[in-house]
């Protein structure tokens, strides 16, 4: 197959040239804190759906394997389905794309701080947790949405660049996260019960008050560094001149 494509896909002509100085200009005030912004709350509901969340259910919460389960299912869901919604919105809002950002950064930080306040007043309601959840994952998937707005504030010859850089920010928080999950809550030590080990109160609250202070970053860059709409919206048509057509 890549022999047949050889032969098939006509040569560039002219081969792109590596600098640099590309990536330093994609690191602009314009790009820096989107990267930031977009990538926190994707990586901690990652670390959610697929390190910590069905053990956080299991453990302190009180569900069942299939159970947990059933509620990573319908974050996946609802994550996937928000790529869609999201830029739904957008174009319902006239093309705004700071609304579904700020949406994103700050839903992600009072979403942690719901959980640590369930888990200060030692509440264990099942329904607290799965809403919360669910509205974590529809914070996560707002791709479509960064992206555009990444196009508008970036010429052509660095857009590819800029994407790659945010995408890469996106997986570099999850795993510094996903290492951080596991060594936070080492901290406390767990109880055995049949060979299993079950983490407490304290471990879980230690681990949500981490992904607080994460999100809580990605709110500061939205605010401080004023991230604007690029385009009018709502701007009425000016009136042609008479006699024009």
């Not at 989107?34 to 990652?46: D, E, G, H, Q």
């Not at 999850?174 to 471990?203: H, V």
């Given at each position: 197959?890549?022999?047949?494509?050889?032969?098939?896909?006509?040569?560039?002509?002219k081969k792109?040239?590596?600098?640099?100085?590309?990536?330093?200009?994609?690191?602009?005030?314009?790009n820096?804190?989107?990267?930031?912004?977009?990538?926190?709350?994707?990586?901690?509901?990652?670390?959610?759906?697929?390190i910590?969340?069905?053990?956080?259910?299991?453990?302190?919460?009180?569900?069942?394997?299939?159970?947990?389960?059933?509620?990573?299912?319908?974050?996946?869901?609802?994550?996937?389905?928000?790529?869609?919604?999201?830029a739904?919105?957008?174009?319902?809002?006239?093309?705004?794309?700071?609304?579904?950002?700020?949406?994103?950064?700050?839903?992600?930080?009072?979403?942690?701080?719901?959980?640590?306040?369930?888990?200060?007043i030692?509440?264990?309601?099942?329904?607290?947790?799965?809403?919360?959840?669910?509205?974590?994952?529809?914070?996560?998937?707002?791709?479509?949405?960064?992206?555009?707005?990444?196009?508008?504030?970036?010429?052509?010859?660095?857009?590819?660049?800029v994407?790659?850089?945010?995408?890469?920010?996106?997986?570099?928080?999850?795993?510094?996260?996903?290492?951080?999950?596991?060594?936070?809550?080492?901290?406390?030590?767990?109880?055995?019960?049949?060979?299993?080990?079950?983490?407490?109160?304290?471990?879980?609250?230690l681990?949500?008050?981490?992904?607080?202070?994460?999100?809580?970053?990605?709110?500061?860059?939205?605010?401080?560094?004023?991230?604007?709409?690029?385009?009018?919206?709502?701007?009425?048509?000016?009136?042609?001149p008479?006699?024009?057509?």
């Amino acid at each position: 197959l890549m022999i047949f494509w050889r032969c098939k896909l006509p040569c560039p002509a002219k081969k792109p040239d590596f600098s640099f100085k590309q990536y330093a200009q994609a690191f602009s005030r314009r790009n820096f804190p989107v990267f930031f912004l977009t990538s926190i709350p994707f990586a901690i509901n990652y670390a959610l759906m697929t390190i910590i969340g069905k053990k956080f259910l299991e453990d302190y919460v009180g569900f069942s394997p299939g159970g947990a389960g059933n509620v990573l299912l319908a974050m996946n869901i609802i994550a996937a389905v928000n790529g869609f919604a999201a830029a739904g919105v957008s174009r319902w809002l006239h093309d705004r794309k700071i609304p579904i950002l700020w949406y994103s950064a700050a839903g992600a930080l009072l979403i942690q701080m719901g959980f640590i306040l369930l888990l200060g007043i030692h509440c264990r309601t099942p329904y607290f947790f799965v809403i919360l959840a669910c509205l974590m994952a529809s914070t996560a998937n707002i791709a479509p949405v960064y992206v555009a707005y990444l196009r508008e504030v970036n010429d052509e010859h660095h857009f590819a660049t800029v994407v790659g850089i945010s995408n890469t920010t996106s997986y570099l928080f999850t795993a510094i996260l996903g290492t951080l999950c596991g060594k936070m809550l080492d901290i406390f030590p767990p109880e055995i019960i049949g060979g299993i080990k079950i983490y407490g109160r304290n471990a879980y609250l230690l681990m949500f008050a981490v992904f607080a202070a994460f999100a809580a970053i990605s709110v500061i860059f939205i605010t401080v560094l004023t991230i604007r709409e690029q385009k009018k919206h709502d701007q009425p048509t000016p009136p042609m001149p008479p006699g024009t057509v």
